[in-house]
Each structure stands twice: as structure tokens, then as C-alpha cells.
């Protein structure tokens, strides 16, 4: 079971990653003048970094407690997921969200 649950936080380092990746890539989608592109493709992950960084990662300076850390990380996952669907990749935007929310109740139960 140590295993499982080492692969399990290991899959969420992932998909953190993913959630930047998939800001990122909508940014730099817009149909929008070349400044404007970077600004977004580099910013909303940057952003979404920060935020993570200051209240969801395990070393937050303030790290919230659930179920607000929680509701804040399906917001964070939720627009990672909306920019997919917006960039016109539905189908990793369903696979994005759904993985997150296995990923998350996993590591709820496991805690």
C-alpha cells in the first residue's frame, strides 16, 4: 500500500505541473497581438504557482485547512481545465479534471 501511495503523491506533483502547463498553453493560444500572449502564456502560471505555493503546498507559508484548501484547489484545477477546453482540447480538459479529483480523494483517503 506505501507503494501506491507514494505513486499517488507522486501523480499529483504531475499534475500540478500539468495545471501550469495547460494555463500556459491557453495563454499562448490567444488570437491575440504577441505581447498579449506571452504576457498570458507566462503569467497565469506564474500566478497560479504563487497561489499554490502560498496556501496549497504542503510547506505554505499559509496553508488552509480543508475544506477551503480543497475548494481551492478544484478552483485552480477547474480553470486549468476551463483553459484546455478554451484552447479547444476538451478531451484533456476532461482528463485533467477527472484525474485530479481520483488523484485528490486518493490522497484524502490515504492521509
Known amino acids: 500500500m506505501a507503494i501506491l501511495q507514494a505513486v499517488n503523491l507522486g501523480l499529483r506533483f504531475v499534475l500540478e505541473l500539468c495545471l501550469l502547463a495547460a494555463l500556459g498553453y ?5 488570437e491575440q497581438s504577441w505581447p498579449i500572449r506571452i504576457a498570458a502564456g507566462l503569467g497565469t502560471p506564474l500566478l497560479a504557482a ?29 480553470l486549468g ?3 484546455l477546453y478554451l484552447a479547444e482540447r476538451p478531451s484533456l480538459a476532461a482528463a485533467l479534471f477527472i484525474i485530479f479529483l481520483i488523484n485528490r480523494v486518493l490522497v484524502m483517503v490515504w492521509k
Open 26 to 30: 491557453w495563454g499562448f493560444q490567444l
Open 81 to 83: 481545465a476551463g483553459a
Open 50 to 78: 504563487a497561489i499554490w505555493g502560498m496556501f496549497v503546498a504542503p510547506k505554505a507559508a499559509h496553508l488552509l485547512a480543508d475544506p477551503w484548501r480543497f475548494a481551492l484547489e478544484i478552483i485552480l484545477f477547474g
